[in-house]
Each structure stands twice: as structure tokens, then as C-alpha cells.
């Protein structure tokens, strides 16, 4: 066995530090360029990568570096590897049975009638995947030999490299059911027919030169799966049994990231593999388990999801806990991969210089991984100036000011202020809005235009005055308005062409927050977003979005919504200070939002809606920490909303979010409305809405705004006659899944055009027993 490196990371951002692969893969797809320039950029980006890892002190020829590309989305890989294609893309193989990278896309994006997979989010992260498709049809055969062609890519520049690949029981544990396949399957059953691809893949990979590969496994530690804790360990144990028996094939490092892995820690010191990487930022050091003597136990001691420079000296003292646990070795390592990061906080030259000295993008922990490296390998003392500069960083960044304000902080709270007037009473009280049976409205953005952008941009630089900006912004908002006066929508929104993101813009207008210039971290495929820092106590100088959504509302006669985000969502979707509970500042931006609410009303808008797409998404993956996560966020949102009048419509939105995991809470926000993703999953979520007796209004999507896809009218009136099935009509409204931000104007009106047809289709029929 080759030994594992004494320092390594569980995988790089490859969006590129200008996001480079998001402009190549996009010019693609509009057809700008080939194929074949498309690979030129992302085998440059690759290398570039591979330079800059070894820069950092990675090594070269020793797998430190790990090969985890991906054009879109590492589970779409490993589904396409493997041959995990849904029987309506079957006509997109090769005649020799591969999947190219046209067909690959196609998958991820859908094409015409046919839908693209279903999209939710990975883990507690904010990185959404693709969910395969699997029955007992599907055929399993290695039909992608990419990962294998990157790493003999790597051997021919001189780098071994450790490819990464997702486990066979996490590709499973993630998927759902084909269309196919009989009521109550689970893809987890079809495990030993898909290993022995797996063992291909591994043969394979090691003629290429691979002499350790990571197979990506946080399925294992996630009790918030189909799968109970129970059969993924059996799993588990089955197939690194298969894996790790087999002669043909490089060392096996396993990495169950995101959580503790608890009872599954022991089915992998057991398993004939040789390292096992172990999240130390969210989970604590395993108990002693039979099996280590001849592992590597890789420590996941340096935050893969957040972006401070941290405490070096306790990580330090983390690493030398894992070695009594009796391994063959100990290796440092970041917790998580770290796509979910920015490349470098020195691009970040607008930032305070004193807060950029307590942050750590990816470049910076990868040189962190290597001072724990060495201090392993020759002792804390080797390491001491490193540690007390991180330990001093970390005093300031405590002491210095605004990171606690007192005005913030004396704000006392009551129970009445998180509660307001029964459903019932705000319900009758909203009658005087006079909307129609299945009313129409959209989530909040239209189609972010590069005339928008470029507008935006140009007055960032200075080169347009705020005047003439603001001009700008109020043509495009009358546009929007008058667009959707014209389709025939019922409740409007201004399409926030003044919001460069949906957090940004807030984090843009409250203290406690700085934004960053380069900070991208992809969200989903090409798209890529900015968090901002979180790092003090948070609060509002002056209103932020009354202005705008004042001027929309004066330039028409029907409703138009007031868009806020949420304080989970803000938080979620920020890279938020780690130094109190989650909960108090999920408070503080509550306050905030609380007070944007009444000015508001005061404006004379009398619909708000406070966005908290992220609900689901920070919601641990061990239950018994979900009672307190889900007790705090509710609070948050409702003593934001807490304020508002009884003939106020409050709405929220939900995208991606598996409805029925969360449905107490949902209904413990106590919106008036919530709309929620639908169309992507075809609707299954309203059998979740139905059981549990949901009474409040709901809008399920009827429009996937995440692909290029026209749906035709009978698609969204078919949605729609199984949410009429299933949901009272009173209850019902009409909308596509989220914002139209990332959509062009094209495909977006006819889309909304057809959604108003089909509405009044169910609206004819269903119009009278309402």
C-alpha cells in the first residue's frame, strides 16, 4: 500500500477563480463555441488547478491533490459513469454505449418534452445535485471514462493525482425511484448489480495511474435519508467488501463528510479499505473501533463550509486525539470538500483589511491543511509561530468592534411578539384583497438581462450617476409591471432589477455584513453565487426595498408583492460568524426585517412575501438535533412576520426542500401563503400537502425555472388538475417554482403565457363548485 499524505483536501472549487468554466459551459450551450474549445478550457482549468494545489504544498506524486472536476455535478458523474440513464434519455448513447458530454447536459437541463432530473440539496449544504433515476430496468454499465482520461491527463503532467468519485451507497441512498419502476422500489436494492461497474471504475483508474482513490460516502452519516442508519452500514458493509476485496484496484480512502458518522464509524474500520476521512468540524473524535491498526484515519479538522481562519491550535489538539484512537496514521484534512468556499480572500482587495485577517478561503486552508501537516510530522513545536498567529486573529476578530453592539442586544422580546392574530381572522381580513379562484403571481425576480447587469456594473465602477441608474431601474420595473399586466397575472411583483442577489442586496443594507468581489461558489451546474460575510451584530439604518416596491405599486391598480428574504435563508446563503447560536442571529436579522415589514404596510403594500427557500436546507442530519434547529428557525421567521397586520398577506417560498421532511414547520411559520417547487418532482409533493391536512393557501410550482424549457400549456394544466385533486381549491395558487432571475425573456413570457392559459382552463371548470 502507498502511504496516504500527511496533509490533503477532499476536493477544490472548479468553477474557476473568474468562473471560467460558468462562461465556457454557457457559451456552449448558446452555441458560441465547440466541443472541443469547451474541453480545451476545462482541461486548462484542470492543470491550473493541479499548479496551484502544488504551489500551496500539495504534493505532486504522493495523491494529496484530488481529481473532483466536474462540468456540472459530481452525482450526475457518477450516474453517468455507471450508466444510470433514464430510459426517455436512452436514445442519447452512443452506439457503443457511452454518454458524451452533449447527452450529459442534456440529462442535467432536459430537452423539449423531456424533463431534466429532479434537483434538490447536497446534504446541509447550499450546492444543489441531480437526483438519479433508478428502477429495476436500469442497466449498469461503465459508460463515461472521464474521471479515468483526467487522471492519466494528471500523470502526463507530471501528477498523481486521488480521483474522487460519489460511493455506490451514497449514488444510491440519493436517488429516486424511475418512472419505471413498481410503487415502494428502492434504488438501494440494486447495489450488487452496480459494484461491479464500480470495481471496473477502480481498475481502470488504477492503470491510469491512480494509486489511492476517494469514494465519497456522506450518505453514511445523514439520518435524514429514505434509508435508515441500519441499512446504510449494511450497505456499506457489502459494498466495500465487494470494493475493498478486490486485487485490481488502488488504496481506498472512504470520506463521510457533513456529520459525525456515529454507529457506521465501525463498519468502516472493519472494511478491508485503508484510510477513512472523518468530519471533525461537525462530528466529534469516533470511539475506538476494532479494525484501525492498518488505516489511515484522515481528520477533517479545517471547516470545508465556512470561511474563518478559525482555531489552529484547538484543530491542532483535534488531530492528536484521533492518533489515540491506535491507527497506523493520522493525516489532516478539511472537513468537506471546497467547492463550497471561494479560491482566495487575497483577490478580496475592496474588504476591510482587519476582516480579511480572520478569513480563510480555499487557497488559505489548503496552506492551513499543511502547517497541521507538519506539525504531525514533526511536532507542535514546528508549528507554534502559525498557531499563535491564528490564536491571536482569532482574539481580535472577538474584541474588535461592532462583532457585539449593545443597542442590538438590549432589545428585550416577548411571546406576542412572535405570534400574530389566528389564520382564520387574518383570512377573512384578506377577502378585501378580492382575488380570484386560483390567483396568478410569480415568486419575485424576472429575467436578470445583461442590459441590467451591464447597467449595474457600470455604475458600481462610477461611470453613471445614481440618477441616471435609478432611471434605468424604474423603466425595467415598469416594463416587468406591465408585462405581467398584460399576461393577465393577478398579484405582480417589481422584478428586482435593482438586486444583484437575493442575500447580497440585504447584506448590501444592514450592518454586520461585507460583501465580496470574487467570492463565487457554485450553487448548481453553471450557476454560481456570492455569499456574503456575516460577521457582527445585524441591524437596519434605513428601509431598504420600500422605495422600489412603493414605485411598482404605483403603476398599477392590482397587488403588488413586497419581496424580502428571509433570516434563516440570509443566514444559510451568507457565510455566517460561528462565535454565538445561530439562532440569536437569525433574531437580529429577524428585527431587521421586521421593521422593512411595517414600512412596508405604511407604503400601502398589502402583500409581503419573506423568501425562506433554505428551511430545508440547514436542517441538521441528525435527528436529534432538529428539534432545536427547526424550534429557532420558526421563531426567526415568525417574529419577523409578527408585526404585520391581520389584512396583510404574508407569503414564504420554499424551493427544493422534500415539503413532506418539514411540513410541522412549514405550517408552524404560520404564512398565509407558502409556494414551494413542484413542477421539477411532477407534483409529488401535494400528496405530502394533502396528508397532513395543510390548511393555509399553497402554491405548487407548475413551471422548472432551473431548465431552458418551455412547458406547454397541457403540461401545466395536467400539474394543476392533480393539485385540484389533492388540495382544496380555496388554497390553491398558481406560480412556476422560484425566481425567474437566471431565465431570458423569451422562453420566460411564453412560459408565463402558457400558465395563464392552463389557468383558465382549471379555472372554468372548477371555477363554480368554488
Not at 428502477?135 to 503532467?157: H, N, Q, Y
Not at 422500489?185 to 448489480?193: A, G, V
Not at 488505516?295 to 481562519?309: C, F, Q
Not at 461585507?514 to 467570492?519: D, I, L, N, S
Request: hydrophobic letters at 45%; glycine letters at 8%.
Amino acid at each position: 500500500m502507498t502511504a496516504f499524505p500527511e496533509g490533503t483536501i477532499l476536493g477544490y472549487p472548479r468553477i474557476g477563480r473568474r468562473r471560467e468554466l460558468k462562461k465556457a459551459v454557457e457559451a456552449f450551450w448558446a452555441g458560441r463555441i465547440d466541443e472541443q474549445e469547451l474541453e480545451r478550457t476545462a482541461a486548462e482549468l484542470r492543470a491550473a488547478t493541479r499548479e496551484r494545489l502544488a504551489a500551496l504544498g500539495l504534493g505532486r506524486d504522493d495523491s494529496a491533490i484530488p481529481e473532483s472536476f466536474s462540468f456540472y455535478d459530481q452525482v450526475l458523474d457518477a450516474a453517468v459513469t455507471v450508466g444510470a440513464i433514464p430510459s426517455r434519455f436512452e436514445h442519447l448513447r452512443a452506439a457503443d454505449g457511452t454518454v458524451g458530454l452533449p447527452a450529459y447536459f442534456t440529462i442535467a437541463r432536459g430537452e423539449r418534452e423531456r424533463a431534466p432530473l429532479e434537483m434538490t440539496k447536497w446534504f446541509d449544504s447550499n450546492y444543489h445535485y441531480l437526483v438519479p433515476e433508478i428502477g429495476p430496468e436500469t442497466v449498469f454499465s461503465l459508460s463515461s471514462d472521464r474521471l479515468v482520461r483526467e487522471v492519466a491527463e494528471a500523470a502526463a503532467a507530471g501528477f498523481t493525482t486521488r480521483p474522487v468519485v460519489v460511493g455506490p451507497v451514497t449514488l444510491l441512498a440519493l436517488a429516486k425511484a424511475s418512472d419505471d419502476a413498481p410503487e415502494g422500489f428502492d434504488p438501494l436494492s440494486r447495489l450488487d448489480d452496480v459494484l461491479p461497474v464500480y470495481r471496473e471504475l477502480l481498475a481502470r483508474l488504477r492503470a491510469a495511474g491512480a494509486t489511492w482513490v476517494q469514494l465519497d460516502e456522506p450518505a453514511l452519516v445523514s439520518e435524514s435519508l429514505p434509508a435508515d442508519t441500519a441499512a446504510l452500514a449494511t450497505a456499506a458493509e457489502r459494498a466495500l467488501a465487494v470494493l475493498g476485496g478486490a486485487e485490481d484496484r488502488p488504496s481506498i480512502l472512504v470520506a463521510a463528510p457533513y456529520a459525525a458518522l456515529d454507529a457506521v464509524f465501525p463498519v468502516l474500520a472493519a472494511a478491508p479499505v485503508e484510510a477513512i476521512a472523518v468530519d471533525l468540524v461537525r462530528g466529534a473524535v469516533p470511539s475506538v473501533a476494532e479494525g484501525l491498526a492498518d488505516k489511515t484515519l484522515v481528520g477533517g479538522v479545517i471547516d470545508g463550509h465556512n470561511i474563518w481562519r478559525g482555531d489552529l491550535a484547538a484543530a491542532f489538539a483535534t488531530l492528536e486525539r484521533l492518533r489515540d484512537l491506535g491507527a497506523a496514521a493520522v493525516s489532516a484534512s478539511t472537513s468537506t470538500s471546497l467547492l463550497h468556499v471561494p479560491h482566495d480572500v487575497a483577490d478580496e482587495t475592496s474588504l476591510d483589511p482587519r476582516l480579511v485577517s480572520w478569513l480563510a478561503f480555499a487557497d488559505q486552508k489548503v496552506q492551513q491543511v499543511g502547517v497541521l501537516a507538519r506539525g504531525l510530522s514533526h511536532g507542535p513545536e514546528a508549528i507554534a509561530a502559525e498557531l499563535d498567529e491564528a490564536s491571536a486573529a482569532l482574539r481580535d476578530r472577538l474584541d474588535a468592534p461592532g462583532v457585539r453592539d449593545g443597542a442590538v442586544r438590549e432589545r428585550a422580546l416577548v411571546d406576542a411578539d412572535f405570534s400574530r392574530v389566528s389564520y382564520e381572522e387574518r383570512e377573512s381580513a384578506q377577502e378585501a384583497l378580492g382575488l380570484p379562484v386560483l390567483p396568478l403571481t410569480t415568486i419575485g425576480s424576472f429575467p436578470q438581462t445583461a442590459d441590467i447587469r451591464r447597467a449595474r456594473a457600470r455604475f458600481t465602477r462610477g461611470e453613471i450617476p445614481r440618477d441616471d441608474y435609478d432611471d434605468f431601474l424604474r423603466r425595467e420595473i415598469a416594463a416587468v409591471v406591465s408585462l405581467q399586466e398584460d399576461l393577465g397575472l393577478d398579484v405582480l411583483v417589481h422584478g428586482e432589477p435593482e438586486r444583484n442577489d437575493m442575500v447580497q442586496y440585504f447584506a448590501e443594507n444592514l450592518d454586520g455584513f461585507a460583501v465580496t468581489e470574487h467570492g463565487w461558489v457554485q450553487s448548481y451546474g453553471s450557476r454560481a453565487t456570492r455569499p456574503s460575510i456575516l460577521w457582527g451584530d445585524v441591524s437596519r439604518a434605513a428601509p431598504i426595498t420600500v422605495d422600489w416596491s412603493g414605485y411598482a405599486q404605483s403603476l398599477t391598480a392590482k397587488h403588488l408583492k413586497g419581496m424580502l428574504t428571509g433570516p434563516v435563508t440570509i443566514l444559510a446563503w451568507s457565510f455566517v460568524r460561528d462565535d454565538q447560536p445561530l439562532g440569536e442571529t437569525a433574531n437580529q436579522v429577524a428585527l431587521a426585517l421586521r421593521e422593512e415589514i411595517a414600512d412596508l404596510e405604511a407604503a400601502g403594500i398589502a402583500v409581503i412575501q419573506v423568501d425562506e427557500p433554505a428551511l430545508r436546507e440547514l436542517l441538521p442530519l441528525k435527528k436529534a438535533d432538529q428539534p432545536s434547529y427547526l424550534d429557532w428557525s420558526v421563531a426567526s421567521f415568525r417574529l419577523a412576520t409578527g408585526g404585520a397586520a391581520p389584512g396583510t398577506q404574508v407569503h414564504t417560498h420554499l424551493c427544493y426542500s422534500e415539503f413532506g421532511v418539514v411540513i410541522d414547520a412549514i405550517r408552524a411559520l404560520d404564512a398565509d401563503v407558502t409556494s414551494i417547487e413542484a413542477a421539477r418532482s411532477r407534483m409529488e409533493v401535494v400528496a405530502d400537502i394533502a396528508e397532513a391536512g395543510f390548511d393555509h393557501g399553497i402554491g405548487p410550482g407548475v413551471y422548472d425555472i432551473h431548465s431552458p424549457r418551455v412547458p406547454a400549456v397541457e403540461e401545466v394544466e395536467s400539474l394543476l388538475r392533480r393539485a385540484v385533486e389533492e388540495i382544496p381549491t380555496r388554497q390553491l395558487w398558481v406560480n412556476p417554482d422560484c425566481g425567474l432571475k437566471t431565465r431570458g425573456y423569451e422562453e420566460t413570457t411564453a412560459s408565463l403565457r402558457n400558465i395563464v392559459e392552463a389557468t383558465r382552463r382549471v379555472r372554468a371548470e372548477v371555477g363554480a363548485s368554488v
